[in-house]
């Protein structure tokens, strides 16, 4: 089994900025995906961004340009800088990474969410 822990989440004001991290631990083999998604009250799950093993990232297009997603392959830590936030940019944050776990079964895993705010 695979966990995810979050961190970084807070109320912060328009224009700030944040950091976001999730670490995964477990009997993992390798991970190849890494992302963030984020969901609003009231609204669909919807993907921030999300980078793969090799560095290849993939951003929706509310966050381009404003939130930078990266990762530290040798501690399966995903992180995201979250500059120049907007009021819509609140959300619950969730964590999320797809891989295999030591017997090569491949696994998906969530986190449980962390809360972002962003005041006008």
């Known amino acids: 089994q695979v966990q995810l822990v979050e961190s970084g989440g807070g109320l912060v004001q328009a224009g700030g900025s944040l950091r976001l991290s999730c670490a995964a631990t477990?009997?993992?083999?390798?991970?190849?995906?890494m992302g963030w998604y984020r969901q609003a009250p009231g609204k669909q799950r919807e993907l921030v961004a999300f980078?793969?093993?090799?560095?290849?990232?993939n951003y929706g297009d509310s966050v381009k340009g404003r939130l930078t997603i990266s990762r530290d392959n040798a501690k399966n830590t995903v992180h995201l800088q979250m500059d120049s936030l907007k009021p819509e940019d609140s959300a619950t944050y969730y964590c999320?990474?797809?891989?295999?776990?030591?017997?090569?079964?491949?696994?998906?895993?969530w986190g449980q969410g962390t809360q972002v705010a962003v005041s006008s």
């Open positions: 999320y990474t797809e891989g295999s776990v030591g017997t090569r079964a491949p696994f998906v895993s």
């Open positions: 477990g009997n993992i083999l390798s991970i190849s995906l």
């Open positions: 980078i793969t093993s090799g560095g290849k990232t």
